[in-house]
C-alpha cells in the first residue's frame, strides 16, 4: 500500500497543488455573477488540466488542450459573451434562485458522493505505473493507422459543425 | 502516484459542471459548465491510458478536444441566434417548444 517515497514526491506535490487550484476556479466559475471572470476562471481550470496531462506523461494532448482551449474556445467564449451582452460586469440574471438552485446544489453534492466513493472503493490502491510517457509519435502511430476512420469522421464533423455554425448565425 | 487521485479530481470537477449546467441561466455560462464536464472526462480518459499503458486514452481525449470544439461553435452559433431573436440569453425564457 505504501508507495515507494522519493521518487515521485515532486508529482505528487504538483498534483495536489494544481488540482487545489483547479478546484477553487471551477467552483469559481459556476458561481462568479460576472461572465468575463467566469471565462477567465474557466481558463485557469483549462491550464491546470492540461498541466495534469503532462504529469501523467500525455505531452502531445497536453499541448493541444493549452493549443485547442484555451488558444481558440476561450477567444470563441469571449466572442460569445461580447456579442450577447450589452455591458461588461456583474449581471443578476445569471443564475436560478431558490428552490432550482437548491435542487442543482443537492444533484451535485449527491453526485459527487457517489462517484468519489465508487472510485475510491474500486481503485483506492492502484497505483499508477512510475513510467506514464508516452511520445507525440506513439500518438500519431495509433491515429494514422488503428484510429483513421475516427480521424476522418471527426473531420467530417468539424467541417459540418462550421457550416452550420456559419447558416445558424448568420444574417437574413 | 494514485490512479485514484486523478479519478477523484475529474469526479469533483464533473460534478461541479454538472452543478453549473443546472444552476445557470446565462447561456454561455451553461455551455462554459459543459465544457469543466468534458474536461473531467478528458482526465480520465488519460489517467486511465496511462494506467493501462495503452495510447487509446489519449487518442480519445482529443476526439473529445475535437466534439467540444464543434460543440463550442454551434452552441454558441445558437446561443446568439437566441440573442438576436430575444435580446436576452435567459435560458428560462426560451420556451416556445414547451408543450
Do not use: C
Amino acid at each position: 500500500m505504501t508507495p515507494v517515497l522519493g521518487l515521485m514526491v515532486a508529482q505528487n506535490i504538483a498534483f495536489y497543488v494544481i488540482a487545489a487550484i483547479m478546484v477553487l476556479a471551477g467552483l469559481r466559475v459556476v458561481t462568479t455573477n460576472n461572465v468575463v471572470h467566469a471565462a477567465l476562471y474557466l481558463v485557469v481550470v483549462l491550464a491546470g488540466v492540461a498541466a495534469q496531462f503532462l504529469i501523467l506523461g500525455a505531452e502531445f494532448i497536453g499541448v493541444t488542450q493549452v493549443l485547442v482551449y484555451i488558444g481558440a474556445v476561450i477567444v470563441l467564449f469571449l466572442f460569445g459573451i461580447m456579442l450577447t451582452r450589452a455591458k461588461i460586469g456583474r449581471e443578476d440574471v445569471t443564475d436560478h434562485t431558490g428552490a432550482v438552485r437548491g435542487a442543482a446544489l443537492f444533484t451535485a453534492l449527491l453526485l459527487t458522493a457517489v462517484t468519489v466513493y465508487s472510485v475510491l472503493d474500486w481503485f483506492r490502491d492502484v497505483e499508477l505505473p512510475t513510467e506514464t510517457r508516452t511520445t507525440t509519435a506513439q500518438v500519431s502511430d495509433s491515429i494514422f493507422s488503428q484510429y483513421i476512420v475516427a480521424f476522418e469522421a471527426t473531420s467530417v464533423l468539424l467541417l459540418a459543425a462550421l457550416i452550420g455554425a456559419i447558416v445558424i448565425a448568420r444574417k437574413e | 502516484m494514485y490512479l485514484s487521485q486523478f479519478l477523484v479530481l475529474s469526479a469533483v470537477l464533473f460534478s461541479i459542471g454538472v452543478y453549473g449546467v443546472l444552476a445557470r441561466r446565462n447561456g454561455v455560462l451553461v455551455l462554459m459548465s459543459i465544457e469543466l464536464i468534458l474536461n473531467a472526462v478528458n482526465i480520465n480518459l488519460v489517467a486511465f491510458g496511462a494506467f493501462h499503458g495503452n495510447i487509446a486514452g489519449e487518442v480519445f481525449a482529443l476526439f473529445v478536444i475535437a466534439v467540444a470544439a464543434a460543440e463550442v461553435g454551434v452552441g454558441l452559433a445558437i446561443v446568439l441566434l437566441i440573442y438576436r431573436n430575444r435580446r436576452s440569453v435567459d435560458l428560462d425564457q426560451v420556451d416556445t417548444m414547451r408543450g
